[in-house]
T-cell receptor, first 117, second 113 residues
Framework: GAGVSQSPSNKVTEKGKDVELRCDPI?????LYWYRQRLGQGLEFLIY????????KSGLPSDRFSAERTGESVSTLTIQRTQQEDSAVYLC???????????????FGPGTRLTVL | SQQGEEDPQALSIQEGENATMNCSYK?????LQWYRQNSGRGLVHLIL?????REKHSGRLRVTLDTSKKSSSLLITASRAADTASYFC?????????????FGQGTILTVHP
């Protein structure tokens, strides 16, 4: 089946504009994660959705960042009033389920490369 | 501070040689995972080792975990040019943080044909 897809693959925007990034997880995956990766760095956790539970937003760097997920499908990550430091690759991942004691591999999308001029 | 920190930051070897990458972390974990990333985009899951395991194999990959030293190593045997990529370790603390991975900054592996 299809893997995790993200759109757009590249986004160039001007400082101060809002951007929306989209993630389509693997069908049936109840858990969805957003990460940010700055150039030459590892991934930073941003937010995580699991089923109908309240999302874990502990990694969002500021209130300019928000994310939504419709049921167990598409998620959008919105960055308002973008700043140059927001430039990074934004990666989405999904996993089958999140359960205590379970070990679920995360499947990553190709990412969206955001450049803020 | 980074939970997972890999060393070396960069490793350059010849095809056929073995490559060893190390990862250290600071807090207790439920499991530790290794990922590969090509060309700075999507990550591919390689292997997961639980906190109560000491060693795990998958094809040419061998992962060890020493929870007393809070460290792990990834060994790639008989490397190939196609193994050229960045390799990241990621820790899962479990509990209420289960599933939330903390990544290190990665090791850039270059395998010369």
């Amino acid at each position: 089946g299809a893997g995790v897809s993200q759109s757009p693959s590249n986004k160039v925007t001007e400082k101060g504009k809002d951007v929306e990034l989209r993630c389509d997880p693997i069908s049936g995956h109840t858990a969805l994660y957003w990460y940010r990766q700055r150039l030459g760095q590892g991934l930073e956790f941003l937010i995580y959705f699991q089923g109908n539970s309240a999302p874990d937003k502990s990694g969002l760097p500021s209130d300019r960042f928000s994310a939504e997920r419709t049921g167990e499908s598409v998620s959008t990550l919105t960055i308002q009033r973008t700043q140059q430091e927001d430039s990074a690759v934004y990666l989405c991942a999904s996993s089958l389920r999140r359960r205590r004691g379970g070990l679920d591999e995360q499947f990553f999308g190709p990412g969206t490369r955001l450049t803020v001029l | 501070s980074q939970q997972g920190e890999e060393d070396p930051q960069a490793l350059s070897i010849q095809e056929g040689e073995n490559a060893t990458m190390n990862c250290s972390y600071k807090t207790s974990i439920n499991n530790l995972q290794w990922y590969r990333q090509n060309s700075g985009r999507g990550l591919v899951h390689l292997i997961l080792i639980r906190s109560n395991e000491r060693e795990k194999h998958s094809g040419r990959l061998r992962v060890t975990l020493d929870t007393s030293k809070k460290s792990s190593s990834l060994l790639i045997t008989a490397s190939r040019a196609a193994d050229t990529a960045s390799y990241f370790c990621a820790t899962d603390a479990g509990g209420t943080s289960y599933g939330k991975l903390t990544f290190g900054q990665g090791t850039i592996l270059t395998v010369h044909p």
